[in-house]
């Protein structure tokens, strides 16, 4: 007599399969590996792929979570060479995806018409990179949305893709404080930004916390520009929400 399949090995455990499905979303970013570093438009990599950019406030911890995400201990800390933190900085991701690491605003020090310069640079790559799917703004959890960063949201707000906000070095507030800066950001952002697709959550490069939920929302955008096929500007499939607090 043939021996009946056993249904319980092949029927898998709840939660097991995804854990280890080989698209997991934490993995979108991995082996990424620097491609270069553009000072002009004329330098910028040539469209076609999906490319996601990343922008905070210096010292925000945008390095140290592109390095987490990625799990490259230093692959963003190349943008902090000097003379180079005025630059975008290309990765490419293991699917041909691009990261773009962009430069930390609120440098001072830059003189006005560099500044000028570069700021023309910046705002016509986030109106005109057909490519650009979706943007990760990172912002310090003890001291989200300073002016510098409520000026610059407003800027890039009126984005035709979506923008999640990192609230990095999570793990420098406690749990009440986590949950209280939450909801006021969110609030904050529902009051000034109704309307547009904006998510934010906590984040810890340090304790590898968000981690899963910030990959799920770039997976998404990536996703959303894949069947979109090439090219095409901006994403559908980010969050839907106005407003979601992914944490
Ligand atoms: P960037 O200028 O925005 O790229 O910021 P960095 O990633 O270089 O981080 C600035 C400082 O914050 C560094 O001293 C980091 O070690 C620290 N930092 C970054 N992320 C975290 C975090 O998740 N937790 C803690 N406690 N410190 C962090």
Request: hydrophobic share 40%.
């Amino acid at each position: 007599m043939q021996r009946q399949p056993d249904k319980r090995r092949i029927v898998p455990k709840a939660g097991r399969v995804t854990e280890r499905a080989p698209t997991l979303p934490e993995q979108v970013l991995h082996d990424a590996h620097f491609l270069i570093t553009a000072a002009r438009w004329a330098q910028l990599p040539t469209e076609g792929m999906p490319e996601i950019a990343f922008a905070g406030r210096s010292n925000a911890g945008k390095s140290s979570a592109i390095n987490a995400l990625t799990r490259r201990a230093r692959l963003a800390f190349a943008s902090k060479t000097p003379g180079r933190t005025r630059h975008i900085n290309f990765f490419r991701l293991r699917s041909g995806a691009l990261l773009a690491d962009l430069p930390g605003y609120g440098y001072a020090e830059v003189p006005g018409s560099v500044r000028r310069d570069w700021q023309q640079f910046l705002a016509r790559y986030l109106a005109e990179r057909a490519s650009l799917v979706g943007l990760v703004v990172v912002m310090d959890a003890r001291h989200p949305i300073t002016e510098l960063d409520q000026q610059t949201l407003d800027w890039m707000l009126p984005a035709r893709f979506p923008v999640h906000i990192l609230l990095a070095k999570s793990d420098k507030l406690s749990r009440p404080e986590q949950s209280r800066t939450l909801k006021q950001v969110s609030y904050a952002l529902e009051k000034n930004h109704a309307g547009k697709d904006l998510s934010v959550q906590l984040f810890s490069a340090v304790k590898r916390e968000g981690i899963a939920e910030a990959c799920a929302v770039i997976a998404s955008w990536l996703d959303g520009a894949k069947k979109k096929g090439p090219g095409v500007k901006g994403s559908d499939t980010g969050p839907k929400n106005a407003l979601r607090s992914v944490r």
